[in-house]
């Protein structure tokens, strides 16, 4: 069993609509990151967090450290949300930061 | 300012052959990270540096991969007597830092297909 799991895999969608991805993670962490990968893999970071809830834009993430879980939502979903969002953890046994990854989630926001 | 510039952006060779592949992270970022990525799935750990020398290797797959970072800036992956296998993207990333907490910034890849 991956440390790392996202639902879901795929996921398609209407412009505007409201999007929830899911992050599940076996192991203790001291940060969850939401990262962002389009077409050609270029990743840029979109979250990380330890706690709570944060807020960008049309973005929100959130975590639950009790219950090991975290999720992305997208508010009024537009075509140029279409991507990979990747969720990836720096787990407390890990030296540094490095991270390890979901699989990933892909969405299509159709116009 | 520039951000993590890697390559080449693609490089195909032959089964057996020997390749380099060069991260040249944000100035003044002191953590360095090398990341695989297979096709379908998320990336995977590889190796990362902190300053000159590397501080966790332990997700190199075996003793064809090295990497390099003399000056404590550029990074060199190097792949010895390539194989099939190794085809993927390799992802490279910097932060300013080490350390939980510190933002991830990755370059854009080099897409490495192995004949």
């Known amino acids: 069993k991956n440390e790392v799991e996202q639902s879901p895999q795929n996921l398609t969608a209407q412009e505007g609509e409201f999007i929830t991805i899911n992050c599940s993670y076996s192991v203790g962490i001291s940060a969850l990151h939401w990262l962002q990968q389009h077409p050609g893999g270029g990743i840029v970071s979109l979250f990380m967090l330890s706690s709570g809830k944060k807020k960008h834009g049309r973005l929100i993430a959130t975590i639950n450290i009790q219950e090991k879980h975290s999720s992305l939502h997208i508010t009024a979903s537009h075509p140029r949300d279409s991507a990979v969002y990747i969720c990836?953890?720096?787990?407390?046994?890990?030296?540094?930061?490095?991270?390890?990854f979901g699989t990933g989630t892909r969405l299509a926001v159709r116009p | 300012g520039a951000g993590v510039s890697q390559t080449p952006s693609n490089k195909v060779t032959e089964k057996g052959k020997y390749v380099e592949l060069r991260c040249d992270p944000i100035s003044g970022h002191t953590a360095l990270y090398w990341y695989r990525q297979s096709l379908g799935q998320g990336p995977e750990f590889l190796i990362y540096?902190?300053?000159?020398?590397?501080?966790?290797d332990s997700g190199l797959p075996n003793d064809r991969f090295f990497a390099v970072r003399p000056e404590g800036s550029v990074s060199t992956l190097k792949i010895q007597r390539t194989e099939r296998g190794d085809s993927a993207v390799y992802l490279c990333?910097?932060?300013?830092?080490?350390?939980?907490?510190?933002?991830?910034?990755f370059g854009p890849g080099t897409r490495l297909l192995v004949l």
């Open positions: 990333a910097s932060s300013p830092k080490a350390g939980a907490g510190e933002t991830q910034y």
């Open positions: 990836a953890v720096s787990t407390l046994k890990s030296s540094g930061d490095k991270l390890t």
């Open positions: 540096f902190q300053g000159t020398g590397a501080a966790d």
